[in-house]
C-alpha cells in the first residue's frame, strides 16, 4: 500500500513541479503495484488476464486524460496552493 501511495505523490508531484518524467515513473509504478495486486487476487482464476487487460486500458484512459488537461489540472493546482508552495514551484513550470 506504501509503493501506491508512493507513486501517486509521484504524479501529484508532477502536477505540482509540471515535469511529465514524474508522471511518467509514477504511472510505471502504479501499473506494477496493480498488476502485483491483480496477480495476488486473481491468480488462481480465469479472470487474471482480464483483470490487467482492464488496468492497462485504465493507465492509458489516465494518461490521456492528464495530456489533454494538463493546463488545466496544473492552473486548478495553482490556485488552490498556498503562497509559501508557490514560491517553491519553478519559474518553467506548466500551468
Do not use: C
Request: hydrophobic residues 55%; without cysteine; positive net charge.
Amino acid at each position: 500500500m506504501l509503493y501506491g501511495t508512493l507513486n501517486l505523490s509521484l504524479i501529484l508531484v508532477s502536477a505540482f513541479l509540471g515535469r511529465r518524467v514524474f508522471a511518467v515513473f509514477g504511472t510505471i509504478g502504479i501499473a506494477l503495484f496493480l498488476g502485483d495486486l491483480a496477480s495476488k487476487v486473481f491468480g488462481d482464476s480465469m479472470l487474471f488476464p482480464f483483470a490487467l487487460s482492464l488496468i492497462g486500458i485504465g493507465i492509458i484512459a489516465f494518461g490521456l486524460y492528464y495530456h489533454r488537461h494538463q493546463h488545466a489540472i496544473s492552473a486548478w493546482v495553482e490556485r488552490h496552493l498556498p503562497e509559501s508552495l508557490k514560491r517553491l514551484r519553478p519559474a518553467n513550470a506548466v500551468g
